[in-house]
């Protein structure tokens, strides 16, 4: 499974878009990119999920390059609310056993 | 959609007792199920993965004794924490996923044990 690198922590202001970059040099072919959010005391909580290029949902954007050697996970706007632990996970196909293995996370926290 | 419960949300227990958590895919029947362990400021750690009507696989360094994974059905999997210590105090996570190939999971709310 391949290792995921992010930085281990971020500030922002209310109203700024949020860039976590994650770095994952050894992703297989069949390896998807997904990222989560935890807050404390809670479960993580599925944001977004891509294989290549550009992905965007309700919530967020998720870049990744042509070489899928990292991946860009965007916040628009931010808000208090979104201080929380944001991971960056490669792998989850069947023929891994559907596993992910958690890095350490980006510890985002929003200020007024 | 894919929603995961668990419960009980939290225990206290005494030290050698035995403790099971359950956990339960609502409205998505999930093929395999995996269990997570996490202490203060530190990861999610994977300790094993279930799947339904087989033996659970544990990773390493997890004692397959000491933590007894039981996935009886697509919609449910428990864990039972035997002869529960101090140490085994922690908050555990269960997600499921429902699809073959990409495997979205879906994570529970946690269960926070408490070992006295």
């Known amino acids: 499974l391949a290792k995921t690198t992010q930085p281990i922590s971020m500030d922002s202001y209310e109203g700024q878009e949020v860039n976590i970059t994650c770095s994952h040099n050894?992703?297989?072919?069949?390896?998807?990119i997904t990222w989560y959010q935890q807050f404390p005391s809670q479960g993580p909580r599925f944001i977004i999920q891509?294989?290549?290029t550009k992905v965007t949902n309700e919530v967020a954007s998720l870049f990744i390059p042509a070489d899928r050697k990292s991946s860009t996970l965007s916040l628009p706007r931010v808000s208090l609310s979104d201080t929380a632990v944001y991971y960056c996970l490669v792998g989850g196909h069947y023929n891994q056993g559907g596993k992910l293995i958690f890095g350490q996370g980006t510890e985002l926290s929003v200020k007024p | 959609g894919a929603v995961v419960s668990q419960h009980p949300s939290w225990v206290i227990c005494k030290s050698g007792t035995s403790v099971k958590i359950e956990c339960r895919s609502l409205d998505f029947q999930a093929t395999t199920m995996f269990w997570y362990r996490q202490f203060p400021k530190q990861s999610l750690m994977l300790m094993a993965t279930?799947?339904?009507?087989?033996?659970?696989?544990?990773e390493q360094g997890v004692e397959k004794d000491k933590f007894l994974i039981n996935h009886a059905s697509l919609t449910l999997s428990t864990l039972t924490v035997t002869s529960a210590h101090p140490e085994d105090s922690s908050f555990y996570i269960c997600?499921?996923?429902?699809?073959?190939?990409?495997?979205?999971?879906?994570f529970g709310p946690g269960t926070r044990l408490l070992v006295l």
């Open positions: 997600s499921a996923t429902h699809s073959v190939g990409r495997e979205t999971q879906y």
């Open positions: 891509g294989y290549k």
């Open positions: 279930s799947n339904e009507g087989s033996k659970a696989t544990y």
């Open positions: 050894n992703i297989a072919t069949n390896d998807y």
